[in-house]
Every structure is written in C-alpha cells, then in structure tokens.
C-alpha cells in the first residue's frame, strides 16, 4: 500500500474511484466520534482552468471545470482537533466534506484511520482495474506501420 505522505496526497483520487455514497457513509459515522466545524463552509462551483502556452510561456484559460471544496476540524473528547481539507473536481460539496473528514483523520491516524485505509485499498483496486482496461483497449487499437510500407513496396513491384 501506499506510505502516509503519499496516502494522503492520493486520497481524494482514491476515494473518488469508490461509489459516492459509500464515502459519504463512511465520513458521516466519524460523526459519531468526533465533533466536526467547518472552518469554510463546503462549496461547489465552477473554477476556470488555466493552462500556459509552451511557446511563449503566456496563460490562457482552456475552460470550466466543476469544483467543489471544503476545510472542516475534528475536535475529539479530550479537545484534540485535526483538520482535513479537500478541493476535488466534483460538483458535489458533500463529497468534498467527506474527503476532508477522511483527509483529517488519516493525517493525525485517528481512531478509524484502518476504514479509511481499507477505503483508500479498494479506490487504488478500481483505478489500477480501470488502468489495465484502458492499457488493453489501447493495445487493441494500435496500428503497426511497418506493415504499411511492406505493403507499398509490394504493390510497387507489381
């Protein structure tokens, strides 16, 4: 598996490969443990996409994305507080929410870490799956040219 550094840069990736409802579900039963603010209310919205030309360095905006964002605290029984944050491209906040409460509890391993951990195994599964696929339908579609030019050469003699 992946280390902690890393685990917690690849979450949001991770957990967006699994079905939305079930990151939802898991996020809400930290509920149960901890006591979760927002610092900044969960949004969801369009942010511009900028790109910089490879020539003369210069950016231009290649279009809208969905956007969703949020940035909450946890606040345990003994008052320790972590926080989480997630900006992922999504229209939905809620599921931003709950990638930011999963984001804070992997990053300070709190009681629960092992679920999301589990969580974040089964998303790297689906998107390894979803690599491979991609790699065979790639394979399948790919040409071989030099074929062609035998090909050429042949009608050429005739």
Do not use: C, W
């Not at 929410?97 to 998303?123: C, F, P, W, Y």
Request: zero cysteines; glycine letters at 6%.
């Amino acid at each position: 598996m992946l280390n902690n550094q890393s685990q917690r840069a690849q979450l949001p990736r991770l957990l967006m490969a699994l079905p939305e409802d079930e990151v939802i579900g898991a996020a809400a039963s930290f509920a149960k443990q901890y006591t979760i603010e927002d610092i900044k209310l969960p949004q969801a919205g369009l942010g511009l996409m900028q790109l910089k030309d490879s020539a003369l360095q210069e950016g231009y905006f290649l279009g809208e994305i969905p956007l969703a964002t949020a940035h909450v605290v946890l606040t345990d029984a003994q008052q320790n507080r972590t926080e989480g944050a997630a900006q992922i491209m999504h229209s939905e906040a809620s599921l931003a929410r709950a990638i930011a409460i999963m984001d804070a509890v992997v990053s300070a391993k709190l009681n629960g870490h092992e679920r999301v951990t589990q969580l974040l195994a089964r998303g790297l599964t689906v998107l390894t799956e979803q690599q491979s696929s991609r790699k065979k339908m790639l394979a399948r579609t790919r040409v071989d040219f030099s074929l062609l030019s035998s090909a050429e050469e042949e009608d050429a003699d005739e």
